[in-house]
């Protein structure tokens, strides 16, 4: 069902009611965007280090469609009753004090958006507004400062003012002349032989914001309380004042009180979306998304309160928000599951979990919403939100089925799915898969992980030669002077370390990951606390070109690939990738950010980006 500003207001309660019923709920997001320039994910983030990356993303880019899913398990047909919710959303400024939202749009993030089916114009022209609490709170707040200050001044007592009446603010000849013209024209309008039980009213033609501020003083000076003023806004969304005649001091005050009740009314109306976000917490019901960190950190900030900087702190807000959160990326990249699918993107999980081992979910679409059974919609939030339920559903069900006693359903409140509760999926970290908002986050050892520092003419191919006595290496580019190595045979670790740290090779410097990380820690600290810097950046450098560098080596070019985007096995953690063996033979070197065939079945506003090319480099690569 597709939700916009004509009937959010009248469907509120229907949603509402479906969230209360239901069992569990599944959400997507759509964005204007991913990632902000020069701020790329790569595979050796720590948890914290890619939250602060993640952090710039969802201050920058807004949610525009959001999908809400209801699953309300029916005892008596052994299935799932759905119903399915395609919000649009978009940021409106209902009064001068409310905030006039900015945010960053990116062009490929939206091309592929319309290309998927959407429509911008619609998101612009109907999309649902939302505030913050605390932007509700100060608004309302001036709301009743400015209401107590009417009611102060219909209650009491004066007479009409005589002689010529002055605008309380030095005008020009033509904003005069105007003032002078409306205030004929109410005089002509309250003129000898009117009606006394008349209600009709006068609207003075617009004007800009000063000239309607003096031309409000000047009528309140002049006539009091014989007439009621209102700001009204015409068909081209201009301002125009309104001048009605109340039959009596009581009717003035029922005027005044109508307007009053319509602009909190009005400020509630505002409110809009952040409604949804709000019964979703309050209802602790349990919250399925697919690969769905950023989801979340886009809803806390754009309808919850401003991200916190800290990450800790982030964990927490996150629980306090969505106690039971489960996400089918981190369900779908673990023991049991992983092991029967070749592919964690929404749209090749859910054919897979179709097929055996697994076995189709079926369910009952709740009657008048869209049957996404029969009519596939990819990438629109509604239809995303709805699949990832599938996925849940036929993932919890095949753990049952493996499980001793068996158990053929799996309900969402059902202790076999604790190990999958709230933990985010972290794309292409393969030691750290997943953020814990339970607790401490995986800490695997490092140790066979070196930062190189060093002139920015070096190439692959000198990297490969220095680490050649030590066997296979993955590089991550973090600039062009500066990476990041891991060993792919760990046990060398310590050799490699004494062998380079300690020696003077000429042309880089070499620090253990330990002691980069140390490096960066105590810089920062040294920096002011108002701009925080990710751990893991290197303010000296740029970023590094993307595109794949030729150097001699032995391996095929099929050998060779990023490091696994999830990776649980392995008594460290899991953290496996390929090898790159120096040999005469060219073959592509991946550096940090390359997508791999699954990235590119992700929307886009959930792939990872490369960088960008340095200045005068031209990107053979696309873009996303």
């Known amino acids: 069902m597709e939700i916009n500003r004509n009937n959010f207001k009248e469907s509120l309660s229907q949603i509402e009611a479906a969230i209360e019923a239901s069992s569990f709920l599944a959400i997507d997001t759509e964005f204007t965007g991913l990632e902000v320039h020069g701020n790329s994910i790569h595979a050796f983030d720590l948890p914290e280090d890619r939250y602060q990356k993640l952090l710039k993303s969802a201050k920058s880019f807004i949610i525009v469609q959001f999908g809400l899913a209801t699953f309300q398990y029916n005892e008596t047909t052994k299935r799932y009753d759905v119903s399915t919710y395609n919000f649009y959303i978009f940021p409106r400024s209902h009064c001068k004090q409310a905030p006039d939202v900015r945010f960053l749009c990116q062009s490929s993030s ?12 619609k998101i612009v022209k109907d999309g649902i507004s939302y505030l913050l609490p605390a932007d509700k709170q100060r608004l309302l707040e001036l709301l009743q400062q400015r209401h107590a200050h009417q009611n102060e001044h219909m209650a009491s007592e004066s007479t009409p003012p005589s002689g010529s009446i002055q605008s ?36 003075i033609e617009p004007c800009n914001a000063f000239v309607r501020k003096c031309l409000f003083e000047t009528i309140n000076q002049k006539y009091k309380l014989n007439v009621h003023l209102e700001s009204k806004v015409n068909d081209r969304k201009q301002r125009y004042i309104r001048v009605s005649l109340p039959r009596s001091q009581e009717d003035l005050q029922q005027i005044e009180r109508e307007k009053q009740n319509a ?87 859910q054919k897979e979990l179709e097929r055996a081992p697994f076995a189709k979910v079926k369910i009952d679409v709740t009657e008048g919403f869209t049957d996404y059974e029969t009519n596939a919609r990819l990438h629109e939030a509604g239809y995303d939100a709805y699949i ?49 908002l339970d607790g401490s986050d ?43 190595v891991a060993l792919y045979k760990k046990d060398q ?13 000429g042309w880089c410097r070499v620090l253990t990951y330990d002691e980069y990380v140390s490096t960066i ?68 070197v991946l550096t940090d950010g390359c997508l791999d065939e699954e990235d590119l ?24």
């Open 493 to 505: 670790a310590e050799k490699a370390s004494k062998a380079l740290t300690r020696s003077r090779n």
């Open 263 to 349: 602009e909190l009314e009005e400020l509630d109306d505002a409110v809009g979306f952040s409604k949804i976000i709000r019964i979703i917490s309050e209802s602790g019901k349990l919250v399925v998304g697919h690969n769905m960190l950023l989801d979340v950190l886009h809803v806390i900030n754009q309808f919850c309160f401003e991200l916190p900087s800290e990450y800790e702190e982030f964990k927490s807000v996150t629980r306090c928000l969505f106690p039971r959160i489960i996400d089918t990326k981190h369900m779908a990249s673990s023991s049991p599951i992983k092991d029967f699918v070749s592919s964690t993107t929404l749209a090749d999980l």
């Open 388 to 436: 990832t339920g599938l996925c849940f559903i036929s993932m919890s069900n095949y753990i049952g089925s493996k499980s001793n006693p068996r158990c053929d359903r799996v309900l969402p409140d059902s202790p076999l799915l604790d190990p999958f509760k709230n933990k985010l999926h972290l794309m292409r970290i393969g030691d750290i898969p997943y953020i814990n």
């Open 521 to 588: 820690k105590n810089t920062n600290a040294l920096k002011t606390s108002t701009k925080r810097r990710s751990p893991l950046s290197d303010p000296t450098t740029i970023p590094r070109k993307q595109s794949p560098s030729t150097v001699p080596v032995h391996s095929k070019t099929s050998d060779i690939s990023t490091i696994p985007e999830e990776d649980e096995g392995g008594e460290e953690g899991g953290f496996e990738f390929p090898p790159v063996v120096a040999s005469t033979e060219p073959v592509t």
């Open 442 to 484: 995986m800490s695997p050892s490092r140790d066979h992980v070196f930062h190189l520092t060093f002139d920015k003419e070096k190439k692959a191919a000198d990297i490969l030669k220095l680490f050649s006595p030590f066997g296979n290496i993955q590089i991550v580019w973090l600039g062009e002077n500066s990476a990041l």
């Open 110 to 121: 939206l091309e592929f958006l319309v290309s998927q089916g959407m429509d911008v114009t």
């Open 168 to 203: 309380p603010t030095t005008l020009n000849r033509e904003q005069q002349r105007f003032i002078d013209c409306s205030l004929r024209r109410i005089d002509e309008f309250l003129g000898a032989g009117r009606d006394p039980r008349s209600m009709d009213w006068l609207d």
């Open 601 to 624: 079945g992700e929307p886009v506003a959930k792939r990872p980006r490369q960088d960008p090319l340095p200045i005068g480099e031209d990107n053979d690569n696309g873009g996303w």
